[in-house]
């Protein structure tokens, strides 16, 4: 028995791969293997199927129309009012700072740009703005429609509470996660709000410094996406952090990804919404993967009782 060569078996003629039982899967996993290797495509999807899907795109806006409506409506006052008296502020306080700033009027650290940078960083400033307003008007409902979106793209693929299984360690020898202060932090809720108020000023720099400020969040925002997953599973705070450490690149580049999109200013509302579909979507193809190993492992043990 132990000379059979199992599906996803390390065994001679096989070459490792990044993640063990990851070769020679079954036909029904082949697909999801496959979309397990990039993950920040989770996020795409998770766009897609937020525009696309009927049961999902109107129960979330039926849930944040009347917030949307009432803080685009102060937003745009607020930024009517506002901006003759912002942008003298940065004009004053930023652009003739260049030591402090790295900016001028025409270029951004030496980099010439085709466009006033004094009305951009305007514009961004008062666009930040905007987002908070709306946030605080949509804080308790859209919360609420990101938790519907996730349980209802877990349903579309017809799971039930009973689909996710206890966690199963797919490494025989599993790295030893991060510890550090700052680490837990940052995958805190409170943690994630101070980070992305901190880099906030980051957003002043065209392109760059939303692109920056994604990737410090990066990590950070991938975990706390599938803070659901986790939850459903049952898993202790150091399964969480093995986890998570085993697919830490995977996690920081789709929490990049998210993160990218989140950023930008009033859109990224959306987005925190379509990211959940994307969580939710990643989710159920990584407990595909934990039921395949955990049969493989049951297989392999038994093998080893005879």
């Known amino acids: ?44 999807v998770g766009v897609y199927r937020l525009f696309t899907d009927k049961n999902l795109i109107r129960p979330a ?99 039930t509470s009973e689909f996710w299984g206890p966690y199963v360690e797919e490494w025989d020898h599993p790295p030893k996660p991060s510890t550090s202060i700052f680490t837990r932090f940052a995958g805190s809720v409170f943690g994630r709000i101070v980070i992305k108020m901190a880099l906030a000023p980051l957003h002043l720099l065209p392109v760059v410094g939303i692109v920056i400020s994604a990737w410090l969040r990066a990590l950070g925002t991938g975990r706390h996406l599938h803070r659901t997953y986790f939850k459903a599973k049952r898993m202790t705070e150091d399964q969480v952090s093995v986890f998570v450490e085993e697919r830490k690149w995977d996690y920081r580049a789709f929490g990049f990804a998210a993160a990218l999109l989140e950023g930008l200013p009033i859109i990224g509302l959306v987005f925190t919404v379509s990211n959940r579909i994307g969580a939710a979507m990643w989710a159920h193809d990584l407990e595909k993967r934990q039921h395949y190993v955990a049969q493989i492992k049951g297989q392999q043990g038994a093998g080893k009782k005879e």
């Open 61 to 159: 806006w039926d849930k944040c129309k009347h917030g949307v409506v009432r803080g685009a409506g102060i937003a745009l006052a607020w930024a009517v009012l506002t901006f003759k008296i912002q942008r003298k502020f940065v004009e004053v306080f930023l652009i003739k700072s260049p030591s402090v700033t790295g900016l001028s009027r025409d270029a951004v650290f030496g980099i010439h740009l085709p466009f006033d940078l004094p009305t951009y960083a305007t514009l961004m400033f008062i666009s930040t703005q905007a987002t908070a307003i709306l946030t605080f008007f949509l804080s308790k409902n859209i919360r609420i429609a990101r938790d519907r979106v996730y349980e209802q793209t877990i349903i579309s693929r017809g799971k």
């Open 1 to 44: 028995m132990s000379d059979v060569q199992l599906p996803g078996d390390f065994g001679a003629g096989s070459a490792p791969s990044k993640l063990p039982y990851s070769d020679n899967v079954p036909e029904n996993l082949r697909a999801a293997t496959a979309r397990l290797q990039f993950p920040p495509s989770y996020v795409i």
